[in-house]
């Protein structure tokens, strides 16, 4: 019996650790047929090559930086020069915001710090999107990641008014790209030991919240259900939803205290 994913052709940015969602994306992606590219940066890439030696097939590797013009003009032929003349599928699994930007003391920020948060984990979306649009299949699935941004967290500081930004792009993405076959929808998390959580100040605030109030449970080192959400929404299952957030968190989002 082949997979959801047989055939298709995705590029999953932003893998680092074992640890990560993307890397849990990649894994099921490839598991479920797919094809996949993964990309980073500067010194994340060559942990980035590492790790794509671990997969079930070693996966090619572009670098990547969302923040470079360069980068992102040039992704399409260099997608092309590793064999990937179309893309069914393309995960946003990037995200950052400075030490300065988060914690306490939200008012106070300086704007090249809040900035930073905006240009990585926001409008990257839109432009990673753009970059990649030479080679989007009709129909593919362009797929984000959140940490809910529905409400106020604390310690998230402007990475979380970041997210509430890529939630509205991904909804201005679906609708722009709609006509031509490609679908945007976000995944929301809950919290897990990633990078990107670990370095959040007082991120166990989060883990002892869901532990408490999650009605199926939570696993913060489980990344597995939310790869799984992430290849569903990748697939021909979902081919009428777009600008949708997949709520992957146990049902905490759902239940008050």
Not at 6 to 30: C, D, H, N, P
Not at 179 to 194: C, E, H, T, Y
């Amino acid at each position: 019996m082949s997979g959801i994913l047989e055939g298709k052709k995705v590029l999953i940015t932003g893998v680092l650790t074992e640890a990560s969602i993307a890397y849990a994306t990649a894994r099921l992606a490839q598991e479920q047929g797919a094809t996949v590219v993964l990309s980073n940066f500067g010194r994340a890439l060559s942990l980035c090559q590492r790790i794509a030696k671990r997969l079930p097939q070693e996966a090619a590797v572009v670098e990547l930086d969302v923040t470079s013009t360069e980068h992102l003009s040039t992704l399409a032929d260099r997608l092309r020069e590793q064999g990937f003349d179309r893309l069914d599928g393309v995960v946003h699994s990037i995200g950052f915001a400075p030490q300065e930007a988060m914690g306490e003391g939200f008012p106070e920020v300086a704007w090249e710090h809040a900035a930073t948060a905006f240009q990585v984990s926001s409008w990257s979306y839109a432009s990673l999107t753009q970059a990649c649009r030479p080679l989007l299949a009709n129909p593919s699935s362009v797929v984000g990641l959140t940490f809910d941004a529905s409400v106020a967290w604390p310690v998230y500081g402007w990475m979380g008014a970041a997210k509430a930004a890529l939630e509205s792009v991904s909804r201005y993405v679906a609708r722009e790209l709609g006509p031509d076959g490609v679908r945007s929808n976000i995944v929301a998390a809950g919290p897990l030991r990633s990078m990107a959580m670990k370095s959040i100040p007082g991120s166990k605030q989060f883990e002892e919240a869901w532990e408490g109030r999650a009605p199926l449970g939570w696993s913060v080192t489980d990344t597995e259900p939310a790869g799984k959400a992430v290849v569903a929404l990748l697939s021909d299952w979902f081919p009428a939803t777009t600008g949708e957030i997949v709520h992957v968190d146990g049902g905490f989002h759902a239940v008050g205290v």
